[in-house]
């Protein structure tokens, strides 16, 4: 979910090296010919958080919340698959802590990937998939407007995400061994609830009465084995990460990104090893899927950090019994489609729409749009979900606040009964690519779907049908990958649309925007199915090098006051804690976003040992949070550890590391604390 977002955004080796690279590889093959192994399997993951202090954040569209500390960190989790008897066929998938994948974020990726590794990566088997987590900083979006609340493009920020993407896909590549992958099922019924219920019961009695829930319940895991052991898993499940509610102002990567981390710590991973275990938790089709099960914005936790911790730990439990059930194991060969679309103007035929030839439409964001999802919060008071009238005085004020250009008459006949809040598909350029990428991927007997898209509970159950229905009896499963390679708003049923909730105002091409995607992934999977070339008849239009640029950071750096040093530990109150107490120390500091860098680390919680002090915490960590604030004009950070109950009685301290003005390298050091 993206709310309120109005500026309109354009989800954006050497020889000798590569000589490596042959050798290498023809070592797996040979190995892989001594084993039962499909496939050649590697995994990698990397830091991409991003800047922590002072940036707009991703999703709700509110200029006022800005990052203001830290969480739990962003991560980059990839995972590369070859053929073992034919390792040119590979497919890249990764799912990333982020709210979104800018089209030019996989652009940027695929280029860096080229210049390594020459054909072996490209548009048609990398997919790059998006957690959704309304937690994250945004300002990695590609624009051709100054005008907005989304906090302007920050290409420090953009490249920072680039890189860790690509680290932990090379990482993965130089990780390929001969190996495994095991399947399984399961379901997740107190997942999530529906958030949108009168739209889902727009759809035909026959339809629904197909299903039990009106939430995708189940939940698909691979595991990865290699002759090491498990290395690592992915699972898929919908559900949306506004757990974290639109008040917060640490980054996390809410929900999944807690599973991840729980799972990695179970595992023994250290986010120092090339060789830890990788546990994804990547997204589906959650599009009118709400972790705030009360529909209220609250629950099922009392607060907003509770409900991500239930959320991730339900997602958990299933997770662990798949991990431990996982027997079917994949086969067979590995072959990927991918193709573009321009969807201002793309002919459905009426196979697909049950109502004639249909056409879609040029993108628009409904009055809907503006309203909100009440039940997870936002939404400007001036809208509300199913407003289908359009309103003189609203354009107007519209017109008056942003400057934006008064809806055409096409465009409002062919998005109706869409009350049209503005349009960003016309005009020389668009304000917003109608470029979309779609791509289908087959390992053995799996087929994933990744679409661009927030794809609704009913929605996706037929675009896996049309899926399924272009493919012989080899399919037994088909994934929805959502918010992969790009991002272009939500895709609603038809009957969901005329509704015009949230879902359907933000549904950018109009009425036929599902028909359009069924059509196109019948004929990707046809085109699977058959062996043949699928053409793409448009190019993305790239508009790297085009937007309006700000940088992260301007103005005075104000350094301590007087007498203060960065480091310097401020007063204490307490030095005695029990367990499942909250120990706070605060620090003189800098803000984290002059110096922005990832992969770093703010925080140590040091335990003392009889061979001094051993580092037991740090800012990746659940229990941990750090926060800056203003104080006489600079920066103080306010380091927290919840204290674990499982936790040694002994002496603990917690140290500040940071970056001055200069961008030197400080340190502080709390007082010593004992826990009884």
Known sequence: MIKLVIRFCISAGSRWRYGLYIVLMTSAVTKAADTPYPYLIGRGMSDITGPSYGIQMWGFGRNDQLTEGLHIRQRSRAFVIAQADEPTKRLVFVTADLGSIEHHITLAVIDQLEQRYGETYSINNVILSATHTHAGPGGYWHSRTDLGLDGGFYPAHFAAIVKGIVASITLAHDDLQPGAIHLAKGKLSNGGANRSVPAYMENPQTERDQHIANTPTEMTLLKFSDDSGDIGIVNWHALHPTAMNYYNRLISGDHKGYASLKMEKMQGTSYSDKSDFVAAFAQSDPGDVTPNTNLDNRGPGTTDVETTQIMGERQLRVALELFDNARETLSGPIETRQIYVDLSDYIVDAGFTNAGPQ??????????????????????????????????????????????????????????????????????????????????????????LAMPTEVTTMAGRRLRTAVMAQLGDWAKHVILAGYSNGYAGYVTTPEEYVLQHYEGGHTLHGRWTLPAYRQIASQLANSLETGSALKSKVTYDDWRGKSYETTLHSGVINAPPKGANYGDSLPMNRLQYRKGETFVAEFWSSNPTAYYVTGNNYLLVESKTSTGWQAIASDSDWDTTIRWRKKRGSFVAKLSWRIPQDIAAGDYRITHLGQDTLGQAFTGISDTLQIK
């Open 359 to 448: 056409k879609t439409c040029p993108s628009a964001y409904g009055y809907a749009f503006a309203g909100g999802s009440t039940e997870d919060g936002g939404g400007h008071f001036l809208f509300e979900e199913g407003m289908t009238e359009q309103s003189v005085w609203l354009d107007a004020l519209i017109s008056w606040l942003t400057g934006a250009p008064k809806w055409t008459e096409a465009v409002k006949a062919c998005q109706a009964p869409k009350a049209i809040l503005f349009e960003t598909g016309t005009g020389q350029p668009p304000l917003q690519s109608q470029i979309r990428s779609v791509t289908i991927a087959r390992i053995g007997q799996l087929i994933i």
